[in-house]
């Protein structure tokens, strides 16, 4: 798989007197559902208004499983979980939903 880099300088939060060079991803664009569902369309027996549909349904069960604590596998794509982190306390009484945070990790899986 090919895909461009680019050079940035990021500065050190902490310390705005130093900075470090990282190399990123450069990007190029959108691409939205409905341009996934015609280039499919043109690839396979089905029409866009059905690629449509299943990509609107994948988008909408995803977080389903999602919800539930599951892992969720598109093989040849990648997977998908939910990340929990939380800001300690001194006891448990103390700790509550305020102190989480979560997101969307996405294990990618890149083929040439």
């Known amino acids: 798989m090919t895909f461009w880099l680019r050079k940035i300088q990021n500065k050190n939060p902490q310390d ?9 991803h450069e990007k190029s664009g959108k691409v939205g559902v409905k341009d996934i569902a015609k280039e499919i369309e043109g690839r396979s027996a089905l029409s866009l208004e059905d690629v449509q549909s299943v ?3 994948l988008v909408e069960v995803l977080p ?4 539930l604590g599951r892992s969720v596998n598109l093989e040849g794509f990648g997977s998908f979980r939910i990340s929990v ?3 300690g306390t001194a006891t448990p009484e103390e700790l509550n939903v305020r102190h989480v945070g ?3 990790v996405v294990y990618a899986i890149c083929r040439s």
């Open 85 to 87: 982190s939380s800001e």
């Open 16 to 24: 705005l007197t130093q900075s470090k060079w990282y190399l990123t």
């Open 102 to 104: 979560y997101k969307v």
């Open 55 to 57: 990509l609107s349904n």
């Open 64 to 67: 389903v499983f999602l919800k």
